[in-house]
């Protein structure tokens, strides 16, 4: 099987758990894949600065600046200014250090010049070589208070920090407006999957889930959950006995998932704790706990790999789209080869025929046709095939993209654009086309000239504009490929590679396979 190239995974996260299982993909995914969604719903000002710990904790994670053992903060910090705070009787509970003090100077100035917390986020990551994307889950001020038992309100950091996390909590509230970032909805909307961090589902992921349109988008992906309980307790934070005074149930990774509610299409546990999940929610068992970048590292590639088994693109779920124009517009340019008409739409309907067969074998989704000829429908619902009906006059590229993107709407999840003219093409060499789609995105095949485009897999199938009709096609497939950041395979093969255009492909035809007894005329057969 393929091994899968990701082009867009998406983590939504916050705290200590997040940052680490960041930190896992970062080191296993290429950066321009990779975009977290960080909480802000604990962002705060004190000194009179703007703080964001947990896009600090994900941006020193990151960048190796971290604090190896406590996770959040800056390894070889200083505390000198909060001494010096103390001596003056002001604020000394949240711990700022010296060297973190600089980033939110930067942060809070940089702030009075723009309303964007993510341009900002931005410029301190580049400055810091942080490559992956990280995104505040908005620009706007939003903010978690927790309500305690004992008729308190208090601000997140308060009573995490301050009051030690130790006043029952008896809800979690946001205050601000539910308003997200475009740029957080669109990488949502071209994510492979998203995962949900270990992070505290009440106060770093519900944050992120609770603005406008931050659900509904995430209702066409798979949703991928990271427990962030182990054997009933939480790794890092407060999360078990948030567990027990608001869900009023034991603290176990099927708590977090039934939290979650009909969001997760599957989730990775801690060995052992996989008979607490709800019966039918897809998961894996493993070692969760990230002792070291290298458990980070390892965990990522599970979660991927476990995330590819319940993505993977399957046969079935994909579509064969194959063009054919009218028979009498057929082969014209093999015209001096036959000596009347009728040869050489017969050839062109053998050719057609082989084609639609051979696709037939493989199990997929379904077999459609676009064609602009009634002739050419009639023959391909003879064989089997749908028929998608193409305005006349239209670009050839236009055609193919529209009929992409009916397929989309039929619930296609993959693409093969094949072209009709392929006399050496088998049902293996398109199970190799669809290996190969089931870790990558596009795959190409190109004509034996090395030009042309004889075979183009997408996943999904309007992944990008199809530059067919062109004698450079697949040169411009690649491009568009790269424009859209998308991991491309281009086959070359012998098989696929031949169409029958010219008098010279049937030259080659008879070079690749010589026929029992040469006939006299190449359409003879027909």
Same mark, same amino acid.
Request: charged share 25%; proline share 6%; hydrophobic share 45%.
């Given at each position: 099987?393929?091994?899968?190239?990701?082009?867009?995974?998406?983590?939504?996260?916050?705290?200590?758990?997040?940052? %680490?299982?960041?930190?896992?993909?970062?080191?296993?995914?290429?950066?321009?894949?990779?975009?977290?969604?960080?909480?802000?719903?604990?962002?705060?000002?004190?000194? /009179?600065?703007?703080?964001?710990?947990?896009?600090?904790?994900?941006?020193?994670?990151?960048?190796?600046?971290?604090?190896?053992?406590?996770?959040?903060?800056?390894?070889?910090?200083?505390?000198?200014?909060?001494?010096?705070?103390?001596?003056?009787?002001? @604020?000394?509970?949240?711990?700022?250090?010296?060297?973190?003090?600089?980033?939110?100077?930067?942060?809070?100035?940089?702030?009075?010049?723009?309303?964007?917390?993510?341009? +900002?986020?931005?410029?301190?990551?580049?400055?810091?070589?942080? =490559?992956?994307?990280?995104?505040?889950?908005?620009?706007?001020?939003?903010?978690?208070?927790?309500?305690?038992?004992?008729?308190?309100?208090?601000?997140?950091?308060?009573?995490?920090?301050?009051?030690?996390?130790?006043?029952? +909590?008896?809800?979690?509230?946001?205050?601000?407006?539910?308003?997200?970032?475009?740029?957080?909805? =669109?990488?949502?909307?071209?994510?492979?999957?998203?995962?949900?961090?270990?992070?505290?589902?009440?106060?770093?992921?519900?944050?992120?889930?609770?603005?406008?349109?931050? %659900?509904?988008?995430?209702?066409?992906?798979?949703? +991928?959950? #990271?427990?962030?309980?182990?054997?009933?307790?939480? !790794?890092?934070?407060?999360?078990?006995?948030?567990?027990?005074?608001?869900?009023?149930?034991?603290?176990?990774?099927?708590?977090?998932?039934?939290?979650?509610?009909?969001?997760?299409?599957?989730?990775?546990?801690?060995?052992?704790?996989?008979?607490?999940?709800?019966?039918? *929610?897809?998961?894996?068992?493993?070692?969760?706990?990230?002792?070291?970048?290298?458990?980070?590292?390892?965990?990522?590639?599970?979660?991927?790999?476990?995330?590819?088994?319940?993505?993977?693109?399957?046969?079935?779920? #994909?579509?064969?789209?194959?063009?054919?124009?009218?028979?009498?517009?057929?082969?014209?340019?093999?015209?001096?080869?036959?000596?009347?008409?009728?040869?050489?739409?017969?050839?062109?309907?053998?050719?057609?025929?082989?084609?639609?067969? @051979?696709?037939?074998?493989?199990?997929?989704? /379904?077999?459609?046709?676009?064609?602009?000829?009634?002739?050419?429908?009639?023959?391909?619902?003879?064989?089997?095939?749908? !028929?998608?009906?193409?305005?006349?006059?239209?670009?050839?590229?236009?055609?193919?993209?529209?009929?992409?993107?009916?397929?989309?709407?039929?619930?296609?999840?993959?693409? *093969?654009?094949?072209?009709?003219? *392929?006399? %050496?093409?088998?049902?293996?060499?398109?199970?190799?086309?669809?290996? #190969?789609?089931?870790? $990558?995105?596009?795959?190409?095949?190109?004509?034996? $000239?090395?030009?042309?485009?004889?075979?183009?897999?997408?996943?999904?199938?309007?992944?990008?504009?199809?530059?067919? /009709?062109?004698?450079?096609?697949?040169?411009?497939?690649?491009?568009?490929?790269?424009?859209?950041?998308?991991?491309?395979?281009?086959?070359?093969? @012998?098989?696929?590679?031949?169409?029958?255009?010219?008098?010279?492909?049937?030259?080659?035809?008879?070079?690749?396979?010589?026929?029992?007894?040469?006939?006299?005329?190449?359409?003879?057969?027909?």
């Amino acid at each position: 099987m393929a091994e899968r190239q990701w082009r867009s995974v998406v983590v939504l996260c916050g705290g200590v758990g997040g940052a %680490r299982f960041l930190d896992g993909l970062a080191a296993v995914l290429p950066a321009a894949s990779l975009t977290a969604v960080v909480n802000t719903g604990d962002d705060f000002t004190h000194w /009179g600065l703007h703080i964001s710990p947990d896009l600090d904790t994900c941006m020193y994670t990151l960048s190796g600046h971290a604090h190896r053992e406590r996770g959040w903060g800056l390894y070889d910090e200083t505390f000198h200014t909060l001494e010096m705070v103390r001596e003056y009787g002001g @604020e000394d509970w949240f711990q700022l250090g010296d060297r973190d003090l600089a980033t939110h100077l930067m942060r809070t100035e940089a702030l009075r010049q723009t309303d964007s917390l993510t341009d +900002v986020t931005a410029a301190l990551c580049k400055g810091l070589g942080v =490559e992956p994307t990280l995104l505040p889950m908005a620009d706007l001020p939003r903010a978690t208070w927790i309500d305690t038992a004992d008729g308190h309100s208090l601000a997140f950091q308060d009573w995490l920090v301050k009051e030690r996390a130790e006043p029952p +909590v008896e809800r979690v509230r946001f205050v601000g407006p539910a308003k997200t970032t475009d740029a957080v909805l =669109e990488a949502i909307e071209d994510a492979e999957v998203v995962f949900i961090a270990p992070s505290n589902p009440y106060v770093s992921i519900d944050p992120i889930l609770a603005l406008e349109g931050v %659900r509904k988008a995430l209702e066409s992906k798979t949703v +991928v959950a #990271i427990s962030p309980i182990v054997a009933g307790r939480a !790794v890092k934070g407060p999360l078990a006995g948030m567990i027990w005074q608001l869900a009023h149930r034991e603290p176990t990774a099927g708590a977090v998932a039934e939290h979650y509610e009909d969001l997760l299409a599957g989730m990775v546990v801690e060995t052992g704790d996989e008979d607490t999940l709800p019966e039918g *929610l897809a998961h894996v068992a493993t070692a969760t706990v990230m002792g070291d970048r290298d458990d980070r590292a390892r965990l990522a590639r599970e979660a991927l790999d476990f995330a590819d088994a319940i993505t993977r693109v399957r046969p079935h779920e #994909i579509w064969a789209l194959v063009p054919i124009k009218g028979w009498s517009d057929a082969k014209t340019r093999l015209g001096p080869l036959f000596d009347d008409d009728a040869r050489r739409v017969a050839l062109a309907k053998k050719l057609a025929g082989h084609v639609l067969d @051979e696709l037939f074998k493989v199990g997929l989704g /379904g077999v459609a046709v676009v064609t602009d000829h009634m002739e050419v429908a009639q023959f391909a619902r003879s064989r089997g095939a749908k !028929v998608l009906l193409d305005p006349p006059d239209s670009e050839f590229a236009h055609i193919i993209d529209a009929s992409l993107d009916t397929l989309v709407r039929h619930k296609a999840r993959g693409a *093969l654009v094949v072209m009709a003219d *392929l006399p %050496r093409l088998d049902a293996d060499d398109v199970r190799e086309v669809l290996d #190969i789609m089931g870790g $990558h995105p596009c795959v190409i095949v190109p004509d034996r $000239h090395d030009q042309g485009t004889n075979l183009l897999g997408l996943v999904p199938p309007d992944l990008f504009g199809t530059c067919f /009709g062109h004698a450079d096609s697949k040169k411009r497939h690649l491009s568009a490929a790269t424009r859209h950041d998308v991991p491309a395979v281009v086959l070359r093969s @012998e098989t696929l590679g031949l169409d029958i255009d010219t008098p010279a492909d049937v030259l080659a035809l008879a070079a690749v396979e010589p026929p029992a007894e040469p006939p006299a005329d190449p359409a003879a057969d027909t």
